[in-house]
Protein backbone atom coordinates (compact mmCIF):
# COMPACT_ATOMS: atom_id res chain seq x y z
CA UNK A 1 0.00 0.00 0.00
CA UNK A 2 2.50 1.80 0.87
CA UNK A 3 4.37 1.69 -2.27
CA UNK A 4 1.02 2.46 -3.89
CA UNK A 5 1.04 5.68 -2.60
CA UNK A 6 4.48 6.68 -3.13
CA UNK A 7 4.10 6.19 -7.15
CA UNK A 8 0.81 7.74 -7.22
CA UNK A 9 2.50 10.86 -6.07
CA UNK A 10 5.27 10.55 -8.05
CA UNK A 11 2.76 10.13 -10.94
CA UNK A 12 1.30 12.91 -10.49
CA UNK A 13 3.90 15.23 -10.11
CA UNK A 14 5.33 13.93 -13.55
CA UNK A 15 2.10 14.11 -15.23
CA UNK A 16 0.52 17.14 -17.39
CA UNK A 17 -2.33 17.88 -15.33
CA UNK A 18 -2.11 19.37 -12.47
CA UNK A 19 -4.24 17.97 -9.33
CA UNK A 20 -7.49 19.39 -8.32
CA UNK A 21 -7.28 22.86 -7.01
CA UNK A 22 -10.01 25.70 -6.36
CA UNK A 23 -12.11 26.39 -9.19
CA UNK A 24 -11.32 29.53 -9.33
CA UNK A 25 -8.24 29.22 -10.63
CA UNK A 26 -8.62 25.74 -12.76
CA UNK A 27 -7.97 25.81 -16.05
CA UNK A 28 -11.16 25.19 -17.74
CA UNK A 29 -12.24 28.84 -17.06
CA UNK A 30 -10.62 31.73 -18.75
CA UNK A 31 -10.93 34.97 -16.94
CA UNK A 32 -8.30 36.41 -20.08
CA UNK A 33 -8.88 36.51 -23.76
CA UNK A 34 -6.86 34.25 -25.53
CA UNK A 35 -4.86 33.99 -28.03
CA UNK A 36 -5.75 31.58 -30.68
CA UNK A 37 -4.28 29.71 -33.53
CA UNK A 38 -5.95 27.94 -36.02
CA UNK A 39 -4.26 25.12 -37.64
CA UNK A 40 -4.64 23.91 -41.15
CA UNK A 41 -6.85 21.13 -41.15
CA UNK A 42 -3.98 18.55 -43.03
CA UNK A 43 -2.24 19.59 -40.18
CA UNK A 44 -4.14 19.01 -37.09
CA UNK A 45 -4.89 15.56 -38.40
CA UNK A 46 -1.37 14.23 -38.89
CA UNK A 47 -0.68 16.30 -35.05
CA UNK A 48 -3.76 14.29 -33.59
CA UNK A 49 -3.31 10.90 -35.42
CA UNK A 50 0.83 10.58 -35.69
CA UNK A 51 3.04 13.45 -33.40
CA UNK A 52 0.75 13.19 -30.38
CA UNK A 53 0.03 9.49 -30.48
CA UNK A 54 4.02 9.51 -30.19
CA UNK A 55 3.87 11.86 -27.74
CA UNK A 56 1.79 10.07 -25.76
CA UNK A 57 3.36 6.61 -26.66
CA UNK A 58 6.89 8.50 -24.90
CA UNK A 59 5.07 10.54 -21.72
CA UNK A 60 6.62 7.81 -19.26
CA UNK A 61 4.22 8.97 -16.55
CA UNK A 62 1.03 8.85 -18.57
CA UNK A 63 2.22 4.87 -19.60
CA UNK A 64 2.93 4.46 -16.16
CA UNK A 65 -0.50 5.20 -14.54
CA UNK A 66 -2.23 3.58 -17.55
CA UNK A 67 -0.34 0.72 -16.49
CA UNK A 68 -1.28 0.94 -12.89
CA UNK A 69 -4.95 1.74 -13.50
CA UNK A 70 -4.72 5.19 -11.83
CA UNK A 71 -5.17 7.93 -15.15
CA UNK A 72 -4.60 11.63 -14.16
CA UNK A 73 -8.15 12.57 -13.13
CA UNK A 74 -9.67 15.54 -13.96
CA UNK A 75 -9.09 19.21 -12.63
CA UNK A 76 -12.82 20.40 -11.89
CA UNK A 77 -14.47 16.82 -11.29
CA UNK A 78 -15.62 17.97 -7.22
CA UNK A 79 -17.92 15.74 -5.61
CA UNK A 80 -18.59 13.90 -8.39
CA UNK A 81 -20.24 17.19 -10.36
CA UNK A 82 -18.61 20.11 -12.77
CA UNK A 83 -18.69 23.46 -11.65
CA UNK A 84 -19.50 25.99 -14.58
CA UNK A 85 -16.76 26.63 -17.10
CA UNK A 86 -15.56 28.84 -20.15
CA UNK A 87 -17.35 25.20 -22.17
CA UNK A 88 -20.08 24.49 -19.52
CA UNK A 89 -23.12 25.88 -17.89
CA UNK A 90 -24.94 23.30 -15.34
CA UNK A 91 -28.60 23.13 -16.18
CA UNK A 92 -31.11 20.98 -14.02
CA UNK A 93 -32.18 18.67 -16.89
CA UNK A 94 -35.01 17.54 -14.99
CA UNK A 95 -36.71 21.12 -14.38
CA UNK A 96 -36.20 21.95 -18.24
CA UNK A 97 -39.42 21.76 -19.69
CA UNK A 98 -39.86 20.27 -23.13
CA UNK A 99 -40.08 23.54 -24.78
CA UNK A 100 -37.11 24.31 -23.43
CA UNK A 101 -35.07 21.75 -24.79
CA UNK A 102 -37.13 22.38 -27.76
CA UNK A 103 -35.84 25.98 -28.31
CA UNK A 104 -32.54 25.14 -26.57
CA UNK A 105 -30.58 28.79 -27.02
CA UNK A 106 -32.87 30.14 -29.42
CA UNK A 107 -34.98 33.07 -28.13
CA UNK A 108 -38.33 33.64 -30.14
CA UNK A 109 -36.85 37.23 -31.34
CA UNK A 110 -33.36 35.24 -32.76
CA UNK A 111 -35.57 33.65 -35.24
CA UNK A 112 -34.61 34.26 -38.92
CA UNK A 113 -37.11 36.97 -40.21
CA UNK A 114 -37.26 37.19 -44.12
CA UNK A 115 -35.90 38.73 -46.23
CA UNK A 116 -32.50 37.36 -46.64
CA UNK A 117 -29.65 39.08 -48.03
CA UNK A 118 -26.97 36.33 -49.33
CA UNK A 119 -23.92 37.99 -48.28
CA UNK A 120 -21.18 34.65 -48.98
CA UNK A 121 -21.31 31.70 -50.46
CA UNK A 122 -19.64 28.97 -47.94
CA UNK A 123 -16.68 27.91 -48.70
CA UNK A 124 -15.16 25.97 -45.51
CA UNK A 125 -16.47 22.44 -44.51
CA UNK A 126 -18.52 19.88 -46.33
CA UNK A 127 -21.91 21.16 -46.24
CA UNK A 128 -23.82 23.59 -49.06
CA UNK A 129 -24.75 27.27 -48.05
CA UNK A 130 -24.09 30.53 -47.62
CA UNK A 131 -23.95 33.43 -45.09
CA UNK A 132 -27.34 35.85 -45.02
CA UNK A 133 -28.29 39.17 -43.13
CA UNK A 134 -32.29 38.49 -42.53
CA UNK A 135 -34.59 41.70 -42.20
CA UNK A 136 -33.60 42.65 -38.39
CA UNK A 137 -29.92 42.94 -39.53
CA UNK A 138 -29.09 39.35 -37.80
CA UNK A 139 -26.54 37.19 -39.37
CA UNK A 140 -26.77 33.80 -39.96
CA UNK A 141 -25.37 30.82 -42.04
CA UNK A 142 -27.64 28.78 -43.88
CA UNK A 143 -26.61 24.95 -44.74
CA UNK A 144 -28.49 22.84 -46.91
CA UNK A 145 -29.60 19.28 -47.82
CA UNK A 146 -27.88 16.96 -50.25
CA UNK A 147 -30.99 16.77 -53.09
CA UNK A 148 -30.55 12.87 -52.76
CA UNK A 149 -30.80 12.67 -48.96
CA UNK A 150 -33.59 16.26 -47.87
CA UNK A 151 -33.78 16.79 -43.92
CA UNK A 152 -30.87 14.41 -43.06
CA UNK A 153 -28.14 17.11 -42.44
CA UNK A 154 -30.14 19.30 -41.66
CA UNK A 155 -32.22 17.61 -39.27
CA UNK A 156 -29.24 16.09 -37.74
CA UNK A 157 -27.50 19.29 -37.27
CA UNK A 158 -30.38 20.99 -35.14
CA UNK A 159 -31.81 17.90 -33.24
CA UNK A 160 -27.59 17.52 -31.74
CA UNK A 161 -27.49 21.11 -31.23
CA UNK A 162 -30.91 20.94 -28.70
CA UNK A 163 -29.44 18.09 -27.04
CA UNK A 164 -25.95 19.36 -26.21
CA UNK A 165 -27.30 22.70 -24.75
CA UNK A 166 -30.01 21.14 -22.52
CA UNK A 167 -26.30 18.92 -21.42
CA UNK A 168 -24.52 22.28 -20.34
CA UNK A 169 -22.54 23.09 -23.35
CA UNK A 170 -22.41 25.85 -25.33
CA UNK A 171 -23.86 25.98 -28.80
CA UNK A 172 -25.08 28.68 -31.55
CA UNK A 173 -29.14 29.14 -32.19
CA UNK A 174 -29.86 26.02 -34.52
CA UNK A 175 -33.10 26.20 -36.19
CA UNK A 176 -34.56 24.47 -39.64
CA UNK A 177 -36.40 27.18 -41.67
CA UNK A 178 -38.42 26.84 -44.97
CA UNK A 179 -37.13 29.64 -47.11
CA UNK A 180 -39.23 30.87 -50.26
CA UNK A 181 -37.00 31.78 -53.08
CA UNK A 182 -38.39 35.06 -53.31
CA UNK A 183 -37.14 36.18 -49.70
CA UNK A 184 -33.71 35.60 -51.48
CA UNK A 185 -31.48 38.58 -52.22
CA UNK A 186 -28.00 38.51 -53.30
CA UNK A 187 -25.52 41.31 -52.21
CA UNK A 188 -24.20 43.31 -55.11
CA UNK A 189 -20.68 42.15 -53.73
CA UNK A 190 -21.08 38.40 -54.81
CA UNK A 191 -20.14 37.70 -58.55
CA UNK A 192 -22.99 35.05 -59.00
CA UNK A 193 -26.17 36.40 -60.17
CA UNK A 194 -30.06 36.12 -58.01
CA UNK A 195 -31.27 34.18 -60.98
CA UNK A 196 -28.16 31.83 -61.06
CA UNK A 197 -28.69 31.05 -57.50
CA UNK A 198 -31.92 29.83 -57.70
CA UNK A 199 -31.38 27.67 -60.60
CA UNK A 200 -28.58 25.76 -58.53
CA UNK A 201 -31.04 25.53 -55.81
CA UNK A 202 -33.74 24.67 -57.81
CA UNK A 203 -33.36 20.87 -57.24
CA UNK A 204 -33.52 21.17 -53.35
CA UNK A 205 -36.98 23.19 -53.85
CA UNK A 206 -40.32 22.03 -52.61
CA UNK A 207 -43.08 24.07 -53.90
CA UNK A 208 -40.46 27.03 -54.46
CA UNK A 209 -39.29 26.85 -50.78
CA UNK A 210 -35.61 25.21 -49.55
CA UNK A 211 -35.17 23.70 -45.99
CA UNK A 212 -32.31 25.06 -44.48
CA UNK A 213 -30.40 24.71 -41.10
CA UNK A 214 -30.14 28.67 -40.12
CA UNK A 215 -26.99 28.99 -37.31
CA UNK A 216 -27.40 32.59 -36.12
CA UNK A 217 -23.65 34.18 -36.02
CA UNK A 218 -22.68 33.97 -32.67
CA UNK A 219 -22.35 37.39 -30.76
CA UNK A 220 -19.12 38.72 -29.72
CA UNK A 221 -15.56 39.03 -30.64
CA UNK A 222 -15.32 35.58 -32.22
CA UNK A 223 -11.15 34.54 -31.59
CA UNK A 224 -11.37 31.16 -33.37
CA UNK A 225 -11.45 27.43 -32.64
CA UNK A 226 -9.83 26.21 -29.18
CA UNK A 227 -7.43 22.91 -29.19
CA UNK A 228 -8.73 20.03 -27.48
CA UNK A 229 -5.08 18.98 -26.70
CA UNK A 230 -4.97 22.57 -24.02
CA UNK A 231 -7.96 21.84 -21.89
CA UNK A 232 -7.69 17.83 -22.26
CA UNK A 233 -7.64 17.90 -17.99
CA UNK A 234 -11.43 19.61 -18.36
CA UNK A 235 -13.75 17.13 -17.22
CA UNK A 236 -16.65 18.46 -19.44
CA UNK A 237 -14.63 18.26 -22.71
CA UNK A 238 -13.05 14.81 -22.27
CA UNK A 239 -17.06 13.45 -21.22
CA UNK A 240 -18.07 15.09 -24.60
CA UNK A 241 -16.97 11.78 -25.65
CA UNK A 242 -19.99 9.91 -24.47
CA UNK A 243 -22.29 12.27 -25.41
CA UNK A 244 -20.92 12.58 -28.81
CA UNK A 245 -20.45 8.78 -28.94
CA UNK A 246 -24.18 9.03 -27.79
CA UNK A 247 -25.35 11.19 -30.94
CA UNK A 248 -22.82 9.39 -32.87
CA UNK A 249 -21.03 13.10 -33.61
CA UNK A 250 -17.71 11.76 -35.59
CA UNK A 251 -16.42 15.16 -36.68
CA UNK A 252 -14.64 15.62 -33.39
CA UNK A 253 -11.88 17.54 -34.62
CA UNK A 254 -10.91 21.30 -33.03
CA UNK A 255 -12.19 23.27 -36.37
CA UNK A 256 -15.59 22.11 -34.95
CA UNK A 257 -15.38 25.00 -31.96
CA UNK A 258 -14.92 28.39 -31.85
CA UNK A 259 -14.08 30.55 -28.64
CA UNK A 260 -15.86 33.58 -28.09
CA UNK A 261 -14.88 36.62 -26.13
CA UNK A 262 -17.82 38.88 -25.37
CA UNK A 263 -18.25 41.30 -22.05
CA UNK A 264 -15.29 40.19 -20.81
CA UNK A 265 -16.02 36.46 -20.26
CA UNK A 266 -14.91 33.66 -22.73
CA UNK A 267 -17.06 31.20 -24.02
CA UNK A 268 -15.94 28.23 -25.88
CA UNK A 269 -18.42 26.88 -28.78
CA UNK A 270 -19.41 23.46 -30.24
CA UNK A 271 -20.34 24.13 -34.13
CA UNK A 272 -21.23 21.99 -37.16
CA UNK A 273 -23.06 19.04 -36.17
CA UNK A 274 -23.82 17.80 -39.84
CA UNK A 275 -22.08 14.52 -38.81
CA UNK A 276 -24.19 13.51 -36.33
CA UNK A 277 -27.20 11.11 -36.07
CA UNK A 278 -27.04 9.24 -39.02
CA UNK A 279 -25.58 12.23 -41.47
CA UNK A 280 -22.26 12.66 -42.95
CA UNK A 281 -21.78 15.40 -44.47
CA UNK A 282 -20.10 15.14 -47.31
CA UNK A 283 -21.38 11.82 -48.65
CA UNK A 284 -25.04 11.51 -47.59
CA UNK A 285 -25.64 8.43 -44.52
CA UNK A 286 -23.21 7.39 -42.26
CA UNK A 287 -20.92 4.34 -43.13
CA UNK A 288 -20.92 1.64 -41.05
CA UNK A 289 -17.99 1.65 -39.48
CA UNK A 290 -18.26 5.63 -38.62
CA UNK A 291 -17.95 5.64 -34.91
CA UNK A 292 -15.87 2.41 -34.95
CA UNK A 293 -13.11 3.41 -36.30
CA UNK A 294 -10.90 6.00 -36.98
CA UNK A 295 -10.74 6.83 -40.64
CA UNK A 296 -7.17 6.29 -40.22
CA UNK A 297 -6.63 3.24 -37.60
CA UNK A 298 -3.22 1.69 -37.49
CA UNK A 299 -3.86 0.30 -34.06
CA UNK A 300 -7.33 -1.55 -35.48
CA UNK A 301 -5.62 -2.70 -38.54
CA UNK A 302 -2.60 -3.90 -36.56
CA UNK A 303 -4.89 -5.94 -33.77
CA UNK A 304 -6.70 -7.65 -36.69
CA UNK A 305 -3.52 -8.72 -38.77
CA UNK A 306 -2.29 -9.73 -35.49
CA UNK A 307 -4.66 -11.74 -34.32
CA UNK A 308 -5.69 -13.10 -37.46
CA UNK A 309 -8.75 -11.16 -37.85
CA UNK A 310 -10.39 -12.53 -34.42
CA UNK A 311 -10.01 -9.01 -33.50
CA UNK A 312 -12.51 -6.82 -35.35
CA UNK A 313 -13.70 -2.88 -34.94
CA UNK A 314 -17.33 -3.98 -34.11
CA UNK A 315 -18.80 -2.41 -36.81
CA UNK A 316 -21.41 -4.41 -39.02
CA UNK A 317 -21.40 -3.94 -42.51
CA UNK A 318 -24.86 -5.26 -42.98
CA UNK A 319 -25.99 -1.99 -41.23
CA UNK A 320 -27.83 0.28 -43.87
CA UNK A 321 -29.76 3.54 -43.87
CA UNK A 322 -33.01 3.62 -42.16
CA UNK A 323 -34.29 6.30 -44.61
CA UNK A 324 -32.71 9.34 -46.63
CA UNK A 325 -33.91 11.49 -43.81
CA UNK A 326 -32.52 9.41 -40.90
CA UNK A 327 -29.73 7.96 -42.30
CA UNK A 328 -27.45 5.18 -40.70
CA UNK A 329 -28.12 5.56 -37.23
CA UNK A 330 -27.63 2.62 -35.42
CA UNK A 331 -28.78 1.79 -31.82
CA UNK A 332 -25.69 -0.51 -31.43
CA UNK A 333 -23.08 1.08 -29.63
CA UNK A 334 -20.15 -0.01 -27.43
CA UNK A 335 -19.08 3.73 -25.49
CA UNK A 336 -15.88 1.91 -24.72
CA UNK A 337 -14.46 1.45 -28.20
CA UNK A 338 -16.91 4.11 -30.01
CA UNK A 339 -14.41 6.78 -31.64
CA UNK A 340 -15.15 9.66 -33.99
CA UNK A 341 -13.54 9.93 -37.38
CA UNK A 342 -9.60 11.58 -36.02
CA UNK A 343 -8.36 11.08 -32.60
CA UNK A 344 -9.65 13.50 -30.31
CA UNK A 345 -7.23 14.20 -27.98
CA UNK A 346 -9.24 15.45 -24.62
CA UNK A 347 -11.34 11.82 -25.76
CA UNK A 348 -8.59 10.06 -24.59
CA UNK A 349 -7.71 11.26 -21.52
CA UNK A 350 -11.29 10.40 -20.33
CA UNK A 351 -11.39 8.62 -17.15
CA UNK A 352 -14.40 6.46 -15.33
CA UNK A 353 -15.29 9.03 -13.09
CA UNK A 354 -15.86 11.47 -15.90
CA UNK A 355 -17.93 8.93 -17.65
CA UNK A 356 -19.80 8.09 -14.44
CA UNK A 357 -20.63 11.83 -14.41
CA UNK A 358 -21.82 12.57 -17.99
CA UNK A 359 -24.04 8.86 -17.59
CA UNK A 360 -25.73 10.45 -14.84
CA UNK A 361 -26.51 13.72 -16.87
CA UNK A 362 -27.67 11.01 -19.95
CA UNK A 363 -29.73 9.74 -17.23
CA UNK A 364 -31.61 12.48 -16.38
CA UNK A 365 -33.13 13.07 -19.80
CA UNK A 366 -37.08 11.70 -20.11
CA UNK A 367 -38.61 10.67 -23.73
CA UNK A 368 -40.90 13.69 -23.66
CA UNK A 369 -37.47 15.93 -24.12
CA UNK A 370 -36.12 13.95 -26.33
CA UNK A 371 -39.22 13.88 -28.24
CA UNK A 372 -39.21 17.27 -28.03
CA UNK A 373 -35.23 17.77 -29.14
CA UNK A 374 -36.09 15.37 -32.06
CA UNK A 375 -39.41 17.62 -33.41
CA UNK A 376 -36.53 20.90 -33.39
CA UNK A 377 -35.70 18.59 -36.68
CA UNK A 378 -38.83 18.95 -38.29
CA UNK A 379 -38.90 15.89 -39.97
CA UNK A 380 -42.03 15.36 -42.85
CA UNK A 381 -42.51 11.64 -41.53
CA UNK A 382 -42.95 10.93 -38.12
CA UNK A 383 -41.82 7.52 -38.59
CA UNK A 384 -38.65 9.16 -39.31
CA UNK A 385 -38.45 11.52 -35.86
CA UNK A 386 -40.07 8.33 -33.80
CA UNK A 387 -37.13 6.18 -34.99
CA UNK A 388 -34.19 8.65 -33.95
CA UNK A 389 -36.23 8.91 -30.85
CA UNK A 390 -35.68 4.94 -30.55
CA UNK A 391 -32.15 4.98 -31.34
CA UNK A 392 -31.06 7.92 -28.93
CA UNK A 393 -32.69 5.84 -26.42
CA UNK A 394 -31.06 2.17 -27.33
CA UNK A 395 -27.73 4.06 -27.07
CA UNK A 396 -28.13 5.73 -23.99
CA UNK A 397 -29.10 2.66 -22.71
CA UNK A 398 -25.73 1.21 -23.46
CA UNK A 399 -23.88 4.18 -21.61
CA UNK A 400 -25.76 3.66 -18.80
CA UNK A 401 -25.40 -0.02 -18.60
CA UNK A 402 -21.96 0.37 -18.49
CA UNK A 403 -20.94 3.39 -16.43
CA UNK A 404 -24.31 3.38 -14.17
CA UNK A 405 -25.01 -0.11 -12.65
CA UNK A 406 -28.78 -0.87 -12.54
CA UNK A 407 -29.42 2.91 -13.68
CA UNK A 408 -31.86 3.16 -16.26
CA UNK A 409 -32.68 6.00 -18.44
CA UNK A 410 -35.81 8.49 -17.26
CA UNK A 411 -38.82 7.35 -18.38
Request: with cysteine; hydrophobic share 40%.
Amino acid sequence: MKRRIILSVLLGCLSGCATARPVASHPCTLTDKPILRKQPIAWHLFDVTVLSQLEQGLNMARVARTVVGRPMPSVNLINGQVPDSSFFTNRKLSALHPDEVRMGPTTPDQLPQPPFMITRLKGEGKTAGFFVTDAKGDRFLFKLDRPDYPELVTGAEVVTSKLLHALGYHVPSYEIIEVAMDDLRVSSKLTVSLDALRQRLAGRARHDRIRVSASRILDGDILGPFRFKRFQCCAELRALRLAYAWVNNTDAKDHNTLMVWTANTVKGYLIDFGTALGANASKGAKGPCQGWVYDVDLKELTLELLTLGVRNSGCDPREHSWSPAVGAFSPRLDPLRWKPYAPNLAFEELTEADARWMASRLAQFSRVQLEAAVAAGKYSDTRDAARIVEVLEARRQAILDVYLENETSNQ
